[in-house]
């Protein structure tokens, strides 16, 4: 069955900094892994995705993801962090052959500090 | 374009009634999803509806779920004889074609409480 795991129940971090919210899965075939994000009381916005090709992908709001096949990651990442970036983040994995549904990991809340 | 849309966006209902929730997926989107977010469960698939293929339910919990999507566009959620556990919020998503490489694009849910 696939999975996703997202390690950390919330990250902090200064505005200006670096920001990653890590990712990682487990799936039989070939996955297809999403972002998206939420804001309170929103629904979740897509924010990028990887099906194949470049194993960095960018998206909106200047996120990007590193696909990492050996290591079964997909890190989502951000150089610099802005206040309006805290919000819930998912991961998200799907397999054509499993059907259309996401399967999503647990959300890390994000807080980036003024 | 307009996005997903949702009604109500909130509910609140007492125990052992019957709610239905509305979904209008983006126009021309063939494919719609209905997932569930809850704080123990966290974000749950339920149903999807590709075209006019027999949906696949495989998510939904018990059978007091039931879905429908009417005319290819708009769905309802229906939950009969509502428990507490049900509380949670219903997320509406539609894509394009139901296909693995495309993106789904969600409503701003239904808050559901069951009192």
């Known amino acids: 069955a696939q999975s996703v795991a997202q390690p950390e129940d919330q990250v902090n971090v200064a505005e200006g900094n670096p920001l990653t919210v890590k990712c990682t899965y487990s799936?039989?075939?070939?996955?297809?892994l999403f972002w998206y994000v939420q804001y309170p009381n929103r629904g979740l916005q897509f924010l990028l995705k990887y099906i194949t090709g470049d194993n960095l992908v960018k998206g909106s709001y200047g996120f990007e993801a590193e696909f990492n096949k050996s290591q079964t990651s997909f890190h989502l990442k951000k150089p610099s962090a802005l206040v309006s970036d805290s919000a819930l983040y998912f991961c998200?994995?799907?397999?054509?052959?499993?059907?259309?549904?996401?399967?999503f990991g647990g959300g890390t809340r994000v807080l980036v500090k003024p | 374009g307009a996005g997903v849309s949702q009604s109500p966006s909130n509910k609140v209902t007492e125990k052992g009634k019957d709610v239905e929730l509305r979904c209008d997926p983006i126009s021309g989107h063939t494919a719609l999803y209905w997932y569930r977010q809850s704080l123990g469960q966290g974000l749950e698939f339920l149903i999807y509806f590709q075209g006019n293929s027999a949906p696949d339910k495989s998510g939904l919990p018990s059978d007091r779920f039931s879905a429908e999507r009417t005319g290819g566009s708009v769905s309802t959620l229906t939950i009969q004889r509502t428990q507490q556990e049900d509380s949670a919020v219903y997320l509406c998503a539609s894509s394009l074609v139901a296909l693995g490489n495309t993106e789904q694009y969600f409503g701003p849910g239904t808050r559901l409480t069951v009192t």
């Open positions: 799936v039989s075939g070939n996955p297809y």
């Open positions: 998200a994995v799907r397999i054509q052959a499993a059907g259309n549904k996401l399967t």
